[in-house]
């Protein structure tokens, strides 16, 4: 086993998917292909709201693939911190709505 988890090489053995599961593992891609695929929402918009769900499911690989991707459509340094933000924010309000279930327990 490796000591990190999230190196490289980590990474590089979840390709074992594809020897094992081929069908899926197209149907996942052509799903994914279609979701970041120009629509209502332009390309950048679905890659700065990645960037930000990325940040708060703590995925690495998503953070920095989907901040590759989200320049490479357009966004600006800026616009990707500023995407960032709303997932801070957005996790802190989620510890903030939990409180109530603390305050139920201290009444």
């Known amino acids: 086993m490796e000591e990190h988890f ?3 090489k980590a990474i590089e053995k979840a390709a074992r998917m594809f020897t094992l599961k ?6 996942y891609l052509d ?9 209502k929402l332009s390309t950048k918009t679905k890659e ?3 960037v930000a769900c ?3 499911t703590q995925c690495p ?13 357009g966004a600006t340094d800026e616009e990707i911190a500023e995407a960032i933000f709303v997932a801070v924010a957005m996790r802190a309000g989620g ?3 939990h409180s ?8």
Not at 61 to 73: D, L, P, S, V
């Open 100 to 107: 109530c279930i603390a305050m139920g327990t201290l009444e």
């Open 54 to 56: 990325a940040h708060i």
């Open 22 to 27: 081929p069908e899926l593992m197209q149907a």
């Open 6 to 8: 999230y190196g490289k």
């Open 48 to 50: 700065l709201a990645a």
């Open 95 to 97: 510890s903030m709505a």
């Open 31 to 39: 799903f994914d292909g279609k979701v970041f695929s120009e629509g």
């Open 61 to 73: 690989y998503c953070i920095e693939g989907h901040t590759q991707r989200a320049k490479k459509a």
